[in-house]
């Protein structure tokens, strides 16, 4: 079973700070990578995607990718406590099989 | 607009009912995917499809089943519903099977 690792959290930063979230993959074949948020009760919802080694950025969110370390880190700028939910980090390798999911990291935003 | 929907949004049945849950998009997407949502574990694949007549065994499995016999529906059954399987299951199609995925608003199953 190919393996998608979050720390669950929750992890408390107050408004207006960087969040930062980390995610480490088993499968080196791996070629896509996403974040996608999640409220609590709600389906989850794509926020980045990242495909090349380096840095992507959107708005307030940063995507970080390092395929020979096998990581993928998001990055929330001025976070709000909007901002509050579950992000969940997915992985697809080349081969086309369906996402995998992590776990689940919780972040709170406190004003 | 497309979308993608499913229903019920909650379920309650007892040990051993068949249940079928059921999921239809408007994307005109070849690829449908089902998925469990648990605490503590996540969102786990249960079954995949990436066209009519294809379907694909996900990580938990055992004890579901689909059928995929149009573009638009892909239907989940439990065969005979378990305690074990009291989640929250979400169905999700895409373009591409290694792309964004578009999530339903997903159904809360309680097996009693």
């Known amino acids: 079973q190919k393996e998608v690792e979050q720390n669950s959290g929750p992890l408390s930063v107050p408004e207006g700070a960087i969040a930062s979230l980390n995610c480490t993959y088993s499968d080196r074949g791996s070629q896509s990578f996403f974040w996608y948020r999640q409220y609590s009760g709600k389906s989850p919802e794509l926020i980045m995607s990242?495909?090349?080694?380096g840095d992507k950025e959107d708005g307030r969110f940063t995507a970080q990718l390092n395929k020979a370390s096998q990581y993928v880190s998001l990055l929330i700028r001025d976070s709000q406590p909007s901002d509050s939910a579950t992000y969940l980090c997915a992985v697809s390798a080349n081969s086309g099989y369906a996402l995998n999911f992590g776990k689940g990291t919780s972040l709170l935003v406190t004003p | 607009d497309a979308e993608i929907t499913q229903s019920p949004r909650h379920k309650i049945t007892e040990t051993g009912r068949q249940v079928t849950l059921a999921c239809h998009q408007t994307?005109?997407?070849?690829?449908m995917f089902w998925y469990r949502q648990d605490l503590g574990h996540g969102l786990r694949l249960i079954h995949y499809s990436y066209g009519v007549q294809d379907t694909n065994k996900g990580e938990v499995s055992d004890g579901y089943s689909v059928s995929r016999s149009n573009t638009e529906d892909l239907p989940l059954t439990l065969e005979s519903a378990a305690s074990s399987q009291t989640s929250v299951y979400f169905c999700?199609?895409?373009?591409?099977?290694?792309?964004?995925?578009?999530f339903g608003s997903g159904t809360q199953l309680s097996v009693l």
């Open positions: 994307w005109n997407h070849n690829n």
């Open positions: 999700a199609s895409s373009d591409n099977p290694n792309e964004k995925l578009f």
């Open positions: 990242i495909y090349s080694n």
